[in-house]
């Protein structure tokens, strides 16, 4: 007689069990993914300057870095802010370096590059470290660039907040070990580093979501 109702009490339980297994993918299925808010959601559908401020000793070494970073930032801001309501006007990276070149300290000055380009934003990114090879051994390579990452209101009321600092960007590539350095990788990692820099700086202005 147990026996009887052992065997009935798991017949009872198959049906629960298959709802489970075969509830338990739709139960994850949205948990797999996480929207992230912008940092900074102003610059839809205003002008925007995108200014690199670079330590002399890295001009030194990469003489068109400073250009090289805003470029690859610009680029990958009108790709992601693209949209209708989304789209963003920037400044031509080439007319700001050619401005910097004639006047060295405007790049020091965020808000008289903005008021020179008649730009609502300048998104200000300057430099801590950049490197892309290794310091103490020279024959690897691994792109590190740091910055801290600013928005200057150009056109913000004198008795209103003028600046708004976001937080750092720390990048790294590769990011688990150095490579050994040859004829033909040096360039990829370079411009690897500049693309994975741009895609963090860019992200905080927009919507985004990530896989968990």
């Not at 002008?47 to 250009?67: D, G, H, K, S």
């Not at 990829?188 to 693309?195: A, D, H, N, S």
Request: hydrophobic share 45%; aromatic share 10%; net charge negative.
């Amino acid at each position: 007689m147990r026996s009887k109702v052992v065997f009935g009490v798991l017949l009872a339980l198959i049906p629960m069990t298959a709802a489970c297994n075969w509830l338990t993918p739709l139960i994850f299925v949205g948990e797999h993914k996480k929207e992230i808010s912008a940092e900074f959601s102003k610059l839809a559908g205003t002008r925007v300057a995108i200014l690199v401020w670079t330590p002399p000793e890295t001009i030194f070494e990469y003489q068109f870095a400073r250009f090289e970073l805003a470029s690859y930032v610009s680029d990958k801001l009108a790709a992601e802010m693209a949209g209708e309501k989304t789209s963003v006007d920037l400044v031509d990276p080439c007319d700001v370096e050619d401005f910097i070149e004639k006047d060295p300290d405007a790049q020091l000055d965020p808000r008289r590059v903005g008021e020179h380009f008649d730009a609502d934003y300048v998104v200000y990114l300057e430099l801590v470290l950049f490197q892309i090879r290794d310091p103490e051994q020279p024959q690897f390579l691994r792109g590190r660039i740091s910055a801290s990452v600013a928005v200057h209101d150009v056109r913000a009321d004198p008795d209103m907040p003028q600046s708004f600092e976001l937080a750092p960007v720390e990048t790294v590539y590769p990011e688990h070990a150095p490579i050994l350095m040859n004829p033909t990788n040096s360039l990829m990692i370079r411009e690897q580093t500049y693309r994975k820099f741009a895609e963090e700086v860019a992200r905080k202005f927009y919507d985004y979501t990530v896989d968990l």
